[in-house]
């Protein structure tokens, strides 16, 4: 479903009524226009929860650095020259990588954790009490995978247990956590019990939220096979048939464009240029177009389009366009403006001109267009991963979900725009002329994983599954005065702030880390 959000605004109820000395002193001294416990409607809370997770109203903040100026290009999806994207270049810069953890605490963690609170225990908000939990375990998932060990048990609870210094939590423990939530609340959501009015990504319909929790379970479990493989197999074993089933369900939030910074979609805010001149000069990389191209994938002609900007002093879009598949370009990763040859993107053999490199289609980055959440295509391609790596065929072989889930990836696109649709018989050509193979089946898999999570624009989730799983086979840039070695890397550095805001906490969890606090570091389920 799409669903605009047209008011974004939320009161935090931090009063308690005080009690009088007679009987009446509640309704004489009570402003009736004030919010309390006893009046404020907790949806609000969820409305924020949905909408702060697609990325900060801050400008962006955090989706440019973290997901954008380092996931997207890291991962192979975007490529840029712009000197401040560090991402392709494995240079640090710790106010970038740690952006994320900057903005998701106060922004996602704490209204999330506020609204788990206020609805526990009340049977009028049964189901948003679980659907809570479930974002709360969404919203935990993306910062413990960027940063591996962090604040979870303690955390956004300051108010309610005057502990303003929360201890990080060891990954591992999170994760077994994340799993046990997702599924208790899952079970218990009721299509009885109430509709949550807040709901911004499937209006308050209970059977998708149980499909969302199983297919999130599913996501949660298939992290762990490097490290559990025995949990991740009984976690796929458990969600057989009870995940997504069609496009239908994918979870994504449609945006507003009238509510400026506050409602518009965080990702297309950046890559139109709104802040600089990222729409000239940001591109579809080298890796992920010739990937597309070599395999005469139906999706190149709909998401890639050179000469979409033509001056980097205006952010006009051309009317004239070219989707023609056979003019596509990437952009190679790790090169710059210096004017030092073999760096310089001017001495690569690929270059004419920057127009004449592949720029996301504007249907992709409309100020209005949705942030794509969790997806049917994810959900089959795992699904399909634990068939071919565990045998589980429950619910269909490996190559029937691999099919399920390319056609899925394929055909979603006419969700982002009408003009984006590619028909059924075009993806089921393509999957008749690229049969699944199961001896390179695992390849395959989360090769076609990777190119639907950067069509979602969700690097964050590309890069955890190529970490997870190593496919695609990508190949690093070694650019002068790297940090990692000339190596992708595998974790964000905790923020500087920490060693200031929670000081103890912090030089534990520092320490704790093998290697050290490090881009070349790995989180707990990243095993070597």
């Not at 040859?341 to 270059?351: H, L, N, W």
């Not at 550095?493 to 490090?518: C, M, R």
Request: net charge neutral; hydrophobic share 35%.
């Amino acid at each position: 479903m799409k669903h605009y959000i047209k008011i974004f605004g939320f009161i935090l109820a931090g009063s308690l009524l005080i009690q009088g000395c007679t009987k009446d002193y509640p309704e004489i001294n009570t402003d009736p226009l004030s919010s309390s416990q006893a009046s404020f409607n907790p949806n609000y809370l969820l409305t924020t929860s949905e909408l702060t997770y697609t990325g900060s109203t801050d400008f962006s903040y955090e989706t440019w650095r973290a997901n954008l100026i380092y996931a997207s290009t890291m991962i192979q999806g975007l490529s840029t020259v712009v000197s401040y994207w560090a991402g392709d270049k494995y240079l640090l810069n710790q106010g970038y990588t740690g952006a994320y953890w900057e903005k998701a605490y106060p922004d996602q963690v704490k209204s999330v954790v506020d609204l788990v609170q206020f609805t526990k225990d009340k049977t009028q908000y049964k189901n948003l009490y679980q659907i809570a939990r479930i974002m709360k375990a969404l919203i935990f998932e993306r910062i413990t995978d960027l940063y591996g060990d962090v604040p979870y048990s303690e955390a956004g609870l300051g108010y309610y247990s005057n502990n303003y210094f929360p201890k990080y939590d060891k990954q591992q423990d999170i994760y077994n956590d994340l799993l046990k939530e997702v599924e208790e609340a899952t079970n218990a959501l009721d299509p009885a019990a109430d509709k949550p009015s807040g709901d911004v990504i499937y209006n308050g319909d209970i059977a998708k939220w149980q499909r969302f929790g199983n297919s999130l379970l599913l996501r949660i479990g298939m992290r762990l096979v490097k490290v559990d493989a025995a949990k991740a197999q009984a976690t796929a074993t458990k969600v057989q048939g009870k995940t997504f089933t069609s496009n239908a369900d994918n979870a994504l939030l449609k945006h507003d464009a009238t509510g400026g910074r506050t409602t518009i979609n965080r990702n297309s805010q950046v890559l139109i240029g709104d802040g600089g001149q990222e729409h000239y000069y940001v591109k579809w990389s080298k890796t992920f177009i010739d990937m597309l191209k070599t395999n005469t994938d139906p999706r190149l002609g709909r998401i890639a389009v050179t000469k979409l900007y033509t001056d980097p002093n205006s952010k006009i879009q051309s009317t004239s366009f070219i989707t023609t598949p056979a003019v596509q370009k990437g952009m190679p990763n790790g090169k710059d403006l210096s004017g030092i040859a073999g760096r310089d993107i001017s001495s690569d053999p690929s270059y004419t001109t920057f127009p004449d490199y592949s720029s996301p289609n504007p249907g992709m980055i409309k100020r209005d267009g949705p942030t794509f959440i969790l997806t049917y295509a994810e959900t089959e391609l795992l699904l399909a991963d634990a068939a071919q790596r565990f045998g589980i065929t429950t619910s269909g072989s490996a190559a029937q979900h691999y099919n399920n889930g390319v056609k899925a990836a394929i055909t979603y696109l006419g969700q982002y725009d009408a003009t984006l649709a590619i028909p059924d018989a075009e993806a089921d050509a393509y999957i008749a002329t690229h049969p699944y193979v199961a001896a390179t089946g695992l390849q395959m898999i989360n090769t076609q994983y990777w190119i639907h999570t950067n069509t979602m624009f969700d690097f964050y989730e590309s890069w955890s599954n190529w970490r997870r799983t190593g496919f695609p086979v990508l190949v690093p840039v070694n650019y002068p005065n790297n940090v990692t070695n000339g190596t992708i890397p595998r974790r964000f550095l905790y923020p500087s702030f920490e060693a200031n805001t929670n000081p103890v906490n912090y030089k534990a969890a520092q320490e704790g880390i093998p290697g050290g606090d490090l881009l070349t570091s790995r989180v707990w389920w990243d095993k070597q």
